[in-house]
């Protein structure tokens, strides 16, 4: 168990809806980070949020969105889905000094799973 | 731009043979390198990082891992493979992108152990 909560564990949904993916970061970890698990993809970064601010950007479209609320969770909006977005989402957690260097670990949560129907 | 590639989407061994996951980095800064484990419908697990510490990087579960900056390398090893390993092991390297951080990953080795 690496302390990061994920939810829901699976989500089924239609095209055009709009989903909300919420995560939990480990205690004391201020930055969280979204990524996107798919079988053509592989794993891609989405975005990074330390303590409410985005940090970093990746390949999220601009179909999706994130936040990172004052209780340090965090939620990841799809909005417009199509059959394409079907993954594997996961959320990850790392303790960063308020300024930041690589290489600190990430901590995985499980992940949520998006079917688009 | 950052990155790595590993070589060999599948990979079979027979328990208690070596195991070896190979992984090639390119970077122009010394880089920050991972490697993570993946069970079925699990999240990814931390085995180990290299951090510049030491070129030898040792990690969960009899895993280690050895920095070659001479071949860009960055392999995985175990001496004795279990049937428990058997899983999708990634390696990463960390992007630092002034003022984030973001884990580029590899393609994954997805790893069977024989009877």
């Known amino acids: 168990d690496s302390g990061v909560t994920q939810t829901p564990k699976h989500l089924i949904t239609a095209t055009g809806q709009r989903v909300t993916l919420r995560c939990s970061p480990r205690?004391?970890?201020?930055?969280v980070y979204w990524y996107q698990q798919s079988l053509d993809q592989g794993l891609q970064f989405l975005i990074q949020?330390?303590?409410?601010?985005?940090?970093a950007k990746g390949n999220i479209l601009e179909r999706f969105s994130a936040q990172q609320f004052p209780d340090l969770h965090s939620e990841l909006n799809l909005s417009s889905l199509e059959l394409g977005d079907s993954a594997l989402y996961f959320c990850?957690?790392?303790?960063?000094?308020?300024?930041?260097?690589?290489?600190?670990?990430?901590?995985f949560g499980p992940g949520t799973r998006l079917t688009v129907l | 731009a950052q990155s790595v590639t590993q070589l060999g989407s599948h990979v079979s061994v027979s328990e208690g043979a070596l195991v070896l996951l190979r992984c090639n980095y390119s970077s122009s800064v010394p880089p920050y390198l991972f490697w993570y484990v993946q069970y079925p419908n699990q999240g990814l697990q931390l085995l180990l990082k290299?951090?510049?510490?030491?070129?030898l990087v040792k990690g969960i579960n009899g895993f280690e891992a050895e920095f070659k900056k001479s071949e860009t390398s960055f392999h995985l090893t175990k001496p004795s493979a279990h049937m428990s390993d058997a899983a999708e092991y990634f390696c990463a390297v960390s992007v630092f992108t002034g003022g984030g951080n973001k884990l580029t990953f590899g393609t994954g080795t997805q790893l069977k152990v024989e009877l």
């Open positions: 949020y330390y303590n409410g601010e985005e940090r």
């Open positions: 205690s004391g970890d201020l930055s």
């Open positions: 990850a957690s790392s303790h960063e000094s308020r300024r930041p260097r690589g290489g600190n670990e990430q901590f």
């Open positions: 290299y951090t510049s510490a030491a070129t």
